[in-house]
């Protein structure tokens, strides 16, 4: 997987929230939040594995909205963070944080109610395997996103450290039909790419976000859109 060894390092992991998240970034985690929520609906009770879960972002969202949550991801760095974010807001006796493979999840078939991952397929090297993976250890939903080929996102891809795998709906489509996976909805968003908007202040991220969405409201903006969040059922 891209980056692997990068997202594993202790000073990566404890600046990472704060890098992405902070000023215009804060648009897009509220967006990647709504996105996840919308997607698993009410979460009481519910059992739910997010794959690469980082520092906990969702995977303590959950488990406040009542999920049973395990959270799993290859960087024990990260996990850390994750921790420590739990214990922060009171959730941590009732959460799994773990660390493990995307593409060998230990878990049975069928295991959870519901099954997610933001944040990582553009770093996926064998993005089928993750897929089918994810849909066999699920018994209902499977959610994730992807950063588009035709899009802004692809006019400054090559400069960044790692790059991102690129998606066009089609070969979504394809990985979706190959993992036994049915899509329920699909929303595409952002006409901006997400490292415009980590580069903002607050309040001029604002102003801009809502031409964003005007753009994407108009018959162009799903073409034009740099994110798509995939809600799929197995």
Known sequence: MKGQEWYQADEVAAEYEDKRFSGGGRLIDRREKQAVLDALGPLDGKRVLEVACGTGRFTVLCAQRGADIT????????????????????????????????????????????????????????????????????KGDVFFDTFNRYSTRSLYNSLLPMGSRLYSTSEVRDLLGGAGLTLRSDAHDFVLPYGFYRKLPGWLADPIRDADVAVGDTPFGDRLASVSYWHAHV
């Open 71 to 138: 959270g799993m991801d290859i960087s024990a760095a990260m996990l850390r963070e994750g921790r420590t974010k739990a214990r922060q807001v009171g959730v941590d006796d009732h959460l799994e944080f773990m660390r493990g493979d995307a593409a060998r999840l230990p878990f049975p078939d069928d295991h959870f109610d519901a099954v997610f991952a933001m944040r990582f397929f553009h770093l996926a090297d064998t993005p089928a395997k993750f897929l089918s993976e994810m849909a066999r250890v699920s």
